[in-house]
């Protein structure tokens, strides 16, 4: 439903609140590709990636790197929970309402915003290389008027 969230909490790690499906994206997957996985590996529900409603970008971060941190809009293509045992405590689908009431995380609480309309997310297109021995490559905006309507 429109006006629910899937969230988890995780088996291990330090974070004991509810939080978002998500993880490390693969050598070569694409946002897109990677959130779908994870949300999948996690809890079991598939879905349909839709837009970045968020994005955090960090440095000097584990192993000195930089760190890319999305927050993304799904489509939830079956709603049954199979969380994975090893990861995943609980995985339940919970009131945006009592998300953002429950979580401290300022990233967390502006994506929630977003998705209910209070700014705008960035859609993706795929678009040909300007190279031609170059793959095609995807472009993340805010959507302009010819765009479809965002998280329909």
């Not at 978002?20 to 779908?36: H, K």
Request: glycine residues 6%; negative net charge; proline residues 7%.
């Amino acid at each position: 439903a429109k006006d629910q969230v899937l969230v988890i909490r995780e088996s291990r790690g330090q974070f004991t609140n509810w939080k978002l499906p998500g993880g490390l994206a693969s050598l070569g997957e694409d946002f897109g590709e990677a959130a779908t996985r994870e949300v999948l590996e996690e809890t079991g529900v598939h879905c349909r990636f839709q837009s970045i409603l968020t994005l955090r970008h960090q440095h000097n971060l584990q192993f000195g790197r930089s760190d890319i941190y999305l927050i993304v809009a799904m489509e939830a293509l079956s709603t049954e929970l199979r969380p994975d045992d090893y990861e995943v405590q609980e995985a339940r689908w919970m009131d945006i309402d009592q998300l953002a009431d429950s979580t401290p995380h300022p990233m967390l609480q502006r994506a929630l915003e977003v998705y209910q309309g209070q700014g705008s997310a960035l859609v993706e297109e795929t678009h040909p290389s300007v190279i031609p021995s170059r793959p095609p490559y995807l472009l993340y905006h805010a959507p302009g008027a010819e765009d479809p309507p965002q998280n329909s």
